[in-house]
């Protein structure tokens, strides 16, 4: 059963990644930031998600909010550039 849950969970994330990532190729920065953090919500270990919840949030003014995702990725990630 709980090999069910993880795959059932990374599903669910994959799917809010990709509408995401369809919300930010069309310029809708601000649903492609609720949706990154929808994601980041299951799993908050997806240092990339945390870069791209970042760029959002700063895209739409929200530049408190970028600068946690950004230090997140980084304590995640410490030597990536």
Known sequence: ???ISRWLRKRRIG???RYAD???DSGNCETAARLYGDALALDGSLSAIHV???NMNKE???FGLAEIHYLDA???VPNDA
Do not use: H
């Open 15 to 17: 799917g809010l990644v």
């Open 74 to 76: 980084l304590a995640l």
């Open 22 to 24: 369809g919300a930010r």
């Open 52 to 54: 791209q919840c970042g």
């Open 1 to 3: 059963m709980r090999a």
């Open 60 to 62: 739409i003014g929200r």
